[in-house]
């Protein structure tokens, strides 16, 4: 089975940045789109940001113009460069990836990395 492991979140001051990173446990030649999800204590799911195989990025109102989804097709690799962190940007970020694995499409999701903004 194919996991996503994502890696980069820890511990900011409000301002700070970070940046997190999110690949396959082993290579897959067909992924799709990809993207990141966050979860609050307390809170349901919501979407972050997400982008295509070609390069299309969406962004959530709340982190446009702070936060940079980017992807190195090359790596299997995509990252979440996180800028002008607020407090209420703390929870846990889940990667999520669209793929095919021995001919079945998959839709997988990552264990989650905490991020913590201090006020």
């Known amino acids: 089975q194919v996991q996503l492991v994502e890696s980069g979140g820890g511990l900011v001051q409000s301002g700070g940045s970070l940046r997190l990173s999110c690949a396959p446990s082993?290579?897959?030649?067909?992924?799709?789109?990809m993207g990141w999800h966050r979860q609050a204590p307390g809170k349901q799911r919501e979407l972050v940001t997400t982008i295509t195989r070609g390069g299309t990025t969406n962004y959530a109102d709340f982190v446009k113009g702070r936060f940079t989804i980017s992807r190195d097709n090359a790596k299997n690799t995509v990252y979440l460069q996180m800028n002008s962190l607020k407090p209420e940007d703390t929870a846990v970020y889940y990667c999520?990836?669209?793929?095919?694995?021995?001919?079945?499409?998959?839709?997988?999701w990552g264990q989650g990395t905490q991020v913590t903004v201090s006020s």
């Open positions: 082993r290579n897959i030649f067909s992924i799709y789109t």
């Open positions: 999520n990836a669209g793929m095919v694995v021995d001919g079945i499409w998959n839709d997988v």
